[in-house]
């Protein structure tokens, strides 16, 4: 790391590590983070194993507006591209797949991102993601517009993002 970006990381890491000892819940320390009338909270992301090139990455989001809005696409400067993705049941098997029209957010409700379910999904890694990295994704929604989250990445082995079996 160059010497330059050394001292934020410490801050950074210091901060992160007095939340990190009781993860899961460290998530619930993350940054609230508004846009427009959408309220995103508990971004976390996880550690990779070394040479990885996929990972998930999860929040909670509410729409406290009274119009529905849509999380449309995202982007982040460590992966090639990002994808808003749904792991399914079908036919007893476990399934991902990409939601090409976006996640739905309705007036009013909270949708949660989480292992097993809606995700995003960090496609083509340029890096390592290290515990207490924070990672910044872009999220774009329709009506809310355009928005920078920093997601905290969880150790290694946190709920697993497995697409074959939860
Ligand atoms: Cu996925």
């Known amino acids: 790391m160059r010497n330059i970006l050394k001292p934020i990381a410490t801050i950074i890491a210091a901060l992160t590590l007095v939340a990190s000892f009781a993860f899961p819940s460290f998530a619930e320390h993350a940054q609230m983070v508004m846009a427009g009338d959408i309220k995103i909270e508990n971004a976390w992301t996880r550690a990779t194993p070394n040479g990885a090139k996929a990972g998930g990455a999860f929040l909670m989001v509410t729409n406290t507006g009274g119009e529905a809005d849509r999380l449309i696409a995202a982007s982040s400067e460590v992966a090639a591209k990002v994808e808003i993705h ?58 809310a517009g355009t928005v920078d989250v920093m997601f905290a990445a969880a150790p290694l082995g946190a709920p697993s993002m497995d697409h074959s079996n939860n």
């Open 86 to 143: 749904e792991m399914s049941m079908k036919d007893g098997v476990m399934k991902m797949q990409q939601l090409e029209d976006g996640l739905a957010l309705p007036a009013g409700e909270t949708v949660e991102l989480k292992p097993g379910g809606f995700h995003i999904m960090m496609m083509g890694l340029n890096k390592t993601i290290a515990e207490g990295d924070m990672v910044r994704i872009s999220l774009e929604f329709e009506k």
